[in-house]
């Protein structure tokens, strides 16, 4: 099975800052990796697919990069409502996800 | 309106079946490869199990094997997932959710229900 880390498992940060997360796979994925963002009590919405598109809808603030075991998510310039837990999901072999990244205010 | 709305959640005791429903409107269903997600409280995701266009492939995470049953009707619309044998530890809210590429999956999901709980206890 194919193991899904995330680094940090939480940060604080301002709105404006710059916010990056890292999801690492235990073996590699090629770019079959997803992003989501969860707020509490709420689905999970789909942010970013194949690592580095954007999702209809989704604000360019949010950006993906990365291939092979090494991913990373990048909010450009924090906003009010991007506070929340981001999820990156791998989906070469089945569908695993990594353990999540909460996102709060400084 | 694209829309997946789960049902079925409840209390049931360990040991316990339960089946839940998903039912989709405003895509057309029968296109798309569909999953059950889980989360238990406070923790984070599990995909449970996914299920083809057709029904004729079906695949489950290990702790779901041999318990859990997915399954849909495309006549209706409708997904389901079948769960036996029930633990305390399958307490969570369960998700119905939609890969977002039709007729190739590529595991991606890009419409989720609004959740169901189901709670496993005596």
């Known amino acids: 099975d194919i193991q899904m880390t995330q680094s940090p498992s939480s940060l604080s940060a301002s709105v404006g800052d710059r916010v990056t997360i890292t999801c690492r796979a235990s073996?590699?994925?090629?770019?079959?990796l997803n992003w989501y963002q969860q707020k509490p009590g709420k689905a999970p919405k789909l942010l970013i697919y194949?690592?580095?598109t954007l999702e209809s809808g989704v604000p360019s603030t949010f950006s993906g990069s990365g291939s092979g075991t090494d991913f990373t998510l990048t909010i450009s310039s924090l906003q009010p409502e991007d506070f929340a837990t981001y999820y990156c999901?791998?989906?070469?072999?089945?569908?695993?996800f990594g353990p999540g990244t909460k996102v709060d205010v400084k | 309106e694209v829309q997946l709305v789960e049902s079925g959640g409840g209390l049931v005791q360990p040991g316990g079946s339960l089946r839940l429903s998903c039912t989709a409107s405003?895509?057309?269903?029968?296109?798309?490869?569909m999953s059950w997600v889980r989360q238990a409280p406070g923790k984070g995701l599990e995909c449970m199990a996914n299920?083809?266009?057709?029904?004729?492939?079906?695949y489950y995470v290990g702790s779901a094997k041999g318990r859990f049953t997915i399954s849909r009707d495309n006549s209706k619309n409708t997904l389901y997932l079948q769960m036996n044998s029930l633990r305390a530890e399958d307490t969570a809210v369960y998700y119905c959710?939609?890969?977002?590429?039709?007729?190739?999956?590529?595991?991606?999901?890009?419409?989720w229900g609004q959740g169901t709980m189901v709670t496993v206890s005596s």
């Open positions: 959710a939609k890969d977002r590429r039709v007729l190739v999956a590529d595991g991606a999901f890009d419409i």
């Open positions: 073996q590699t994925i090629s770019n079959y």
């Open positions: 405003g895509f057309p269903f029968s296109n798309y490869w």
């Open positions: 999901q791998q989906s070469y072999n089945s569908r695993t």
């Open positions: 194949a690592a580095s």
């Open positions: 299920i083809n266009q057709d029904g004729s492939e079906k």
